[in-house]
């Protein structure tokens, strides 16, 4: 295939995006059928098909049941605003995950021990095998599922102390850093990766979207003299939010 040539569903796909972008075919709008693709176009069953299954995948387009495929409403990305970690009245987890003070936001949460896998292990420079206490949170942002959130903590380092539970105690519900310096534990470093990957159909499930379209995964760990003391993956729709990050000028 010569240089820059486009295979046949490509084409088709990329007119039918532009005319979906262009509000041609506004949201909830029924998407040509494969006999009408074949025939304005001129391409076989085949071609259609596939072009009809690259909207899909890029989320455009949407099947109902016994109805067809339909334009998908795309919604409006919201702000996931990251600062580092912070002290003081209001550290609360959802506070730590989203550094926009102007929107409201609640959680779910439990834990359980576990043992730490190797990534866990690795990320926390502790033993596979090795006791973690290992916490899941369902944040929501004006009433909506926003984001997942997996922590883990070595029980080495929490166990037996006021602060094992994240949620539970004299600190529940205290941010990664005051629960720390409560055993003495002085958090000096945070490190944050973001990257992208198909969504789990839990993950779609519990935040309202579509199973293997793309999510951001935020990994963070928080660190004390060098020393891995939480780690954890933020888990959120990529078509529904962005990541804006606040660095300060030193």
Not at 47 to 64: I, T
Not at 128 to 144: Q, S
Not at 202 to 216: I, N, W
Not at 235 to 249: E, F, K, M
């Amino acid at each position: 295939m010569p240089f820059g040539e486009q295979p046949a569903y490509l084409r088709v796909a990329g007119d039918l995006r532009q005319k979906i972008v262009e509000g041609v075919l506004p949201p909830h709008t029924r998407l040509p059928s494969q006999a009408r693709i074949r025939e304005e176009y001129g391409v076989s069953d085949t071609v259609a098909l596939e072009a009809r299954k690259v909207l899909m995948a890029e989320g455009l387009v949407e099947g109902r049941s016994g109805s067809g495929t339909y334009v998908r409403e795309q919604p409006v990305p919201r702000r996931i605003a990251r600062a580092g970690y912070r002290t003081g009245v209001g550290a609360t987890p959802f506070r730590q995950e989203q550094a926009d003070e102007r929107v409201k936001g609640t959680w779910e949460s439990s834990s359980e021990r576990e043992e730490a896998g190797p990534a866990v292990a690795s990320r926390l420079r502790i033993q596979v095998g090795d006791r973690v206490m290992r916490t899941r949170y369902l944040f929501r942002a004006e009433g909506e599922p926003a984001m997942l959130s997996t922590s883990w903590e070595p029980l080495d380092l929490t166990g037996r102390t006021p602060v094992m539970l994240p949620e539970e105690g004299p600190l529940a519900g205290r941010g990664v850093v005051e629960r720390m310096a409560a055993i003495d534990v002085i958090v000096d470093n945070v490190v944050e990766e973001v990257g992208a990957r198909p969504g789990l159909a839990e993950e779609a499930m519990a935040l309202g979207g579509v199973p293997g379209h793309a999510v951001l995964v935020i990994s963070r760990t928080y660190f004390a003299g060098g020393r891995p003391v939480e780690t954890a993956d933020v888990v959120t729709l990529a078509d529904r939010h962005r990541v804006a990050y606040h660095l300060p000028v030193h």
